[in-house]
């Protein structure tokens, strides 16, 4: 067993985008658990787009100099309650740290689907599946043959969006990615079916092309002119559900392109943001939703992962530059396919 913890700690502040000497590790012995807690080891990492915002001098933003938060994945390897059993295999928040004490109400215990792998919990099953799921469901309510339009479509949400939707039957379903490669992942893999390259035009234009018919949802995950562009594509009661604004994370203060907001009264449509903490109690059924889709092959999941702790930053970095198709999860080495 290891007697040495890593954590990540971030040390400044960044104006734009991030680089790794916004971040360090700090080593310090394996910490021991106190009465009523219990040592994880981690498996699994998530790196998230709002971990940039936090990055900044906001309210709730990481603190300077100590370990930053975030969801993962370990296993119990010392424990001083009854209710955390060694072996056992949990979900938290204390997240860019190689161990850590949790007590048994900050983890959830999760259940063990055959032919489901961990990494699941991290994007289909976790809070990324959650928010394209609560998107679809609960904010857009989504009608059988409704035609979808949705940004960073080839991120985690987006990914997860567009198979959700296939499987709730929507119409057709139009994305933005940064790349061909993007692209045709998404209409040969995903279900997408139509994609444009948002670096190719303006994104008036190019959805205009995917989607001659208008469309009757949005699902924003990068704000600036391709929500004023979907604002003009929106038919009659139309809805935006408002995920993540990936446009202005490292631009702030950038002027955004502005729409015609007699559109939103005309043409009845409604706009609403959430925040998928808010609908924890919609987990179970997300289980119900796609944990059959996974077994069957009907559902697949799209993931990058990334292997070893010492990347984490660089896989974060990664991701913020868009080069991650679907979930992007760091995976601790123990926990990788061996080498045949």
Not at 44 to 61: C, F
Not at 180 to 204: I, M, W
Not at 261 to 286: H, P
């Amino acid at each position: 067993m290891n007697t040495t913890a890593l954590t990540v700690h971030q040390i400044a502040r960044p104006h734009g985008f991030p680089t790794a000497e916004h971040f360090s590790f700090a080593e310090s012995p394996l910490p021991e658990p106190a009465v009523g807690s219990a040592l994880v080891e981690n498996l699994y990492w998530s790196v998230d787009p709002y971990h940039r915002e936090l990055m900044d001098d906001v309210p709730g933003g990481f603190a300077l100099d100590a370990p930053l938060e975030g969801r993962a994945i370990g296993r119990v390897i010392a424990s001083r309650t009854p209710h955390l059993v060694e072996g056992e295999i949990v979900f938290h928040r204390q997240g860019w740290r190689t161990h850590a004490v949790v007590a048994p109400e900050e983890v959830r215990r999760l259940p063990r689907f055959e032919r489901v792998p961990l990494t699941a919990y991290l994007s289909t099953l976790g809070g990324t599946g959650l928010t394209a799921y609560v998107g679809l469901t609960r904010i857009a309510r989504l009608q059988e043959g409704e035609d979808l339009f949705v940004s960073a479509a080839a991120g985690g949400v987006g990914t997860a969006t567009g198979r959700f939707a296939r499987l709730l039957g929507a119409g057709r379903l139009v994305g933005s990615a940064g790349s061909a490669a993007k692209a045709d992942h998404l209409t040969r893999e995903v279900g997408y079916d139509a994609v444009f390259n948002y670096h190719d035009g303006p994104a008036a234009d190019l959805l205009g092309k995917a989607a001659p018919g208008g469309i009757d949802v949005f699902v924003d995950n990068v704000g600036g002119e391709q929500l004023a562009a979907a604002v003009g594509a929106l038919r009659e009661f139309g809805r935006i559900v408002r995920v993540g604004t990936i446009s202005q994370y490292n631009t702030p203060g950038v002027s955004q392109p502005r729409f015609d907001y007699a559109d939103i009264v005309e043409k009845s449509i409604r706009m609403e943001g959430f925040l998928v903490s808010n609908y924890r109690e919609v987990q179970e059924e997300l289980y119900e939703f796609a944990v059959p889709h996974l077994q069957s092959g009907r559902l697949a999941l799209d993931e990058t992962v990334v292997d070893g702790f010492e990347h984490i930053v660089d896989a974060f970095l990664g991701m913020l530059r868009g080069e991650n198709t679907g979930k992007i999860i760091v995976r601790d080495r123990t926990e990788a396919p061996p080498v045949s």
